[in-house]
């Protein structure tokens, strides 16, 4: 299975809170986990991405957490902002082969002041 | 770097008319990706191609669907016939592998009536 589930789809957060978003997947050989960021009009921006070989990466206000057992991973953006405000996208890829992306569906943040 | 360049940002066509996308991948990467992005069915992958050479086009969606990447720095996803079903933001991408990380063009935003 290539799917990649993401949750919640839409998520409101006060101004300074913990936005979380959750993706899950199946493919055992996906070994690259990238979030991007989109606003309206614009094309996906790649935001953070992780490798399975560590359960943690954290860049500035943004935190991927990977639990390779569970076979989930999240997005912790901490210290909302209403500029954090945008559609952001789990996704995977495999190495062995493709690097193609497999995206979850989305999550539209709105951070409210 | 511009980053990945695609044109035209907006095409309004009408059925059964044909439609080409174009798009500048960045500078040295090897591998391109074209993306469908619906509210229905999210970011869905076309075609990728690295090298220049198409590897899986099982996303395309018809025959009316066909990609070409004659060099390195051009690729072109067109169309024909189109269909109001086809109406959709095109992406493309363009990554370096191993990074597993790619790039999105703005999009072109097509609209058939």
């Known amino acids: 299975q290539q799917q990649v589930k993401q949750s919640p789809q839409s998520l409101i957060v006060q101004k300074g809170g913990i936005s979380i978003i959750n993706c899950a997947y199946e493919?055992?050989?996906?070994?690259?986990f990238p979030w991007y960021q989109q606003f309206p009009g614009k094309g996906p921006a790649l935001l953070i991405a992780?490798?399975?070989?560590?359960s943690e990466k954290k860049e500035g206000r943004f935190t991927i957490s990977f639990n390779k057992s569970a076979k989930q991973f999240s997005l912790h953006i901490m210290d909302s902002q209403p500029g954090d405000s945008a559609t952001y996208f789990c996704?995977?890829?495999?190495?062995?082969?493709?690097?193609?992306?497999?995206f979850g569906k989305g999550t539209k943040l709105s951070v409210i002041p | 770097d511009a980053g990945v360049i695609q044109s035209p940002r907006h095409e309004v066509t009408e059925m059964g008319q044909e439609v080409t996308l174009r798009c500048k991948p960045i500078?040295?990467?090897?591998?391109l990706f074209w993306y469908r992005q619906t509210m229905m069915r999210g970011l869905e992958l076309l075609i990728y191609?690295?090298?220049?050479?198409?590897?899986?086009d099982s996303g395309m969606p018809e025959d009316r669907f066909s990609a070409k990447m004659p060099n390195a720095s051009f690729s072109t996803l067109k169309i024909q016939p189109s269909e109001p079903r086809d109406s959709a933001v095109y992406f493309c991408?363009?990554?370096?592998?191993?990074?597993?990380?790619?790039?999105f063009g703005p999009g072109t935003r097509l609209t058939v009536l």
């Open positions: 996704a995977a890829s495999s190495g062995a082969g493709s690097y193609q992306l497999t």
């Open positions: 500078s040295g990467h090897d591998y």
């Open positions: 493919n055992t050989a996906f070994d690259y």
């Open positions: 991408a363009s990554s370096l592998a191993p990074s597993g990380g790619a790039f």
């Open positions: 992780i490798r399975p070989d560590v």
């Open positions: 191609f690295n090298n220049n050479v198409p590897i899986d």
